[in-house]
């Protein structure tokens, strides 16, 4: 079967069923920034597709804070936060910027990490510019480096906004609201006309790659519509410690398309990692405490 999956319009949202109390909104960098929290536990950030929301991850957020702190916000200008439309050449910057400036706003010194498309782009950005603060990293549907035919198949897939279908108009007024939700998508569309948008051309993440210095599972799904295996197995081979996992049946977005899945390999990678982590600490107390055995395994 051919993915027909482009917007998350085509993904029948579940619901999930979880108390939510009313959420608190946070002055990043100037404006009004909307995120939710859950759990306990080691933090979790949750960082949204490109046309996404908070939204995006409602067959997540359930599962992940039975065991972690799960945080997950609308990027300025995104869902619930404020309403601004400033497309920049170093917007993927200043989106690493945000994060690390919303963390500080929350007190959050170390969290994992887990970005669909766009959003595990700066989760990996985060990563490369601050090793100490990010721990686990998951990126799902993420694109390695930009290239001519990336862009022409963007263009392709993507209808332009006065063609805009009925249900994707939806889901934009779901995520963003209806006035909103049609000004973001015709500057999305507009950028990547432009080679301003994601991934825009001299977009390359594998300069910083090397940096990243946390363990990072790299979800793909052998039906993605927009970014070929080949970028995921790129980002792969320039990551020092990294596991990719490749679903079957399963387009673009596999925490919508493939929740049961995604929710299982995210929890098991995070949960593997912090044990070998807690074994560490354990190790290296255990030789510290005895200076001849330090020295036969140093």
Not at 25 to 49: A, K, S
Not at 62 to 67: E, L, P
Not at 209 to 214: D, F
Not at 277 to 288: A, C, D, E, M, Y
Request: glycine fraction near 8%.
């Amino acid at each position: 079967m051919r993915d027909r999956l482009i917007y998350p319009g085509h993904i029948e949202r579940k619901t999930v069923l979880w108390v939510e109390a009313p959420m608190p909104r946070v002055n990043v960098r100037g404006f009004d920034v909307y995120y939710e929290t859950y759990g306990r536990g080691e933090p979790l950030v949750l960082l949204h597709n490109g046309l996404g929301s908070t939204k995006s991850f409602s067959q997540q957020i359930g599962k992940f804070s039975k065991r972690l702190r799960v945080i997950s916000y609308d990027r300025a200008g995104y869902g619930r936060s404020a309403d601004v439309l400033t497309p920049k050449r170093d917007w993927l910057d200043e989106s690493v910027d945000e994060l690390e400036s919303f963390l500080d706003q929350l007190h959050v010194e170390k969290a994992h990490l887990c970005g669909i498309c766009v959003g595990g782009a700066i989760g990996l950005l985060f990563a490369a510019r601050n090793p100490q603060r990010a721990g686990n990293i998951v990126v799902a549907g993420t694109c390695c480096y930009g290239e001519e035919e990336t862009t022409s198949r963007v263009l392709r897939l993507y209808p332009t906004p006065e063609n805009l279908p009925a249900e994707w108009l939806r889901e934009l007024a779901d995520h963003h609201g209806e006035t909103h939700g049609r000004d973001l998508y015709r500057v999305f569309y507009q950028a990547i006309r432009e080679e301003n948008g994601y991934p825009f051309k001299g977009y390359d993440l594998r300069p910083s790659l090397p940096s990243v210095k946390s363990p990072v599972l790299i979800i793909y799904g052998d039906r993605d519509s927009l970014f070929n295996l080949e970028q995921g197995l790129t980002m792969y081979r320039c990551l020092d410690k990294s596991e990719l996992c490749v679903i079957p049946d399963c387009g673009h977005l596999p925490n919508e398309e493939r929740p049961q899945q995604f929710n299982m390999e995210v929890l098991d990678f995070i949960r593997r990692h912090q044990d070998q982590q807690l074994g560490k600490t354990q190790w290296s107390q255990v030789r510290n405490n005895s200076g001849r055995w330090h020295e036969a395994n140093a």
